[in-house]
């Protein structure tokens, strides 16, 4: 079956230019996760959604972050007026969140590999 | 608060040699632990997962790991190297309380060479 899929691959943007990026998880996956990787970083937790709530937002780094998640499907995050050190590849993960005891592994998309110059 | 260090940047094997990845972890309670691998310029890929049970766990591609509760540890390990086994290895724990959907807390990444 479909994995999961994020688009734009790449995208390049001038500083101060508001992105958006698009998740496509997995049909039937509950669980949506937003990350960030950059070399300085590593790998970052932004936000998780089940469903199409957020219970945790903790990772998004500034208020120009933000994401929303419809009909418990697509999912977008968007980041307002760019900074070079928002430059990064995003990745999206989903799961099919927890069930009972049981934790499941999420799954990753290509992931959006974002410049901002 | 959860943590994973993995102490190595990079490990180098001869192709046929077995390999260790080692993964160490700081959590409170149960720890769910689980390997990733990145091959360039494409996502992560699931390799195993331990949430109970065998402390040796299998997962794809000929990978296992074991769990060692007393050294905190989940080192990933294989027989035999291939030189297509090359690639970024993450390991994670999940973080945060049960109910907050259990987002991945990710070491900084071993880098992974097999030589022929």
């Known amino acids: 079956g479909a994995g999961v899929s994020q688009s734009p691959s790449n995208k390049v943007t001038e500083k101060g230019k508001d992105v958006e990026l698009r998740c496509d998880p997995i049909?039937?996956?509950?669980?949506l996760y937003w990350y960030r990787q950059s070399l300085g970083q590593g790998l970052e937790f932004l936000i998780y959604?089940?469903?199409?709530?957020?219970?945790?937002k903790s990772g998004l780094p500034s208020d120009r972050f933000s994401a929303e998640r419809t009909g418990g499907s697509v999912s977008t995050l968007t980041i307002q007026r760019t900074q070079q050190e928002d430059s990064a590849v995003y990745l999206c993960?989903?799961?099919?969140?927890?069930?009972?005891?049981?934790?499941?592994?999420?799954?990753f998309g290509p992931g959006t590999r974002l410049t901002v110059l | 608060a959860q943590s994973v260090a993995q102490p190595e940047d990079q490990v180098n094997v001869a192709e046929g040699n077995p390999l260790t990845v080692k993964c160490t972890y700081s959590?409170?309670?149960?720890?769910?632990l689980f390997w990733y691998v990145q091959y360039p310029n494409r996502g992560l890929q699931f390799l195993l997962k331990?949430?109970?049970?065998?402390?040796l766990v299998k997962g794809s591609y000929g990978f296992e790991a074991e769990f060692n509760k007393s050294q905190t540890s989940f080192h990933l390990k294989k027989p035999s190297a291939l030189v297509s086994d090359s690639a970024l290895y993450f390991c994670?724990?999940?973080?945060?309380?049960?109910?907050?959907?259990?987002?991945?807390?990710f070491g900084q990444g071993t880098e992974l060479s097999v030589k022929p």
């Open positions: 959604f089940q469903g199409n709530s957020a219970p945790d």
């Open positions: 993960a989903s799961s099919l969140g927890l069930r009972g005891r049981r934790f499941n592994e999420q799954f």
């Open positions: 049909s039937g996956h509950t669980a």
């Open positions: 994670a724990v999940r973080g945060g309380l049960y109910n907050q959907g259990g987002k991945l807390i």
């Open positions: 331990y949430i109970t049970g065998d402390n």
């Open positions: 959590v409170s309670g149960n720890p769910y």
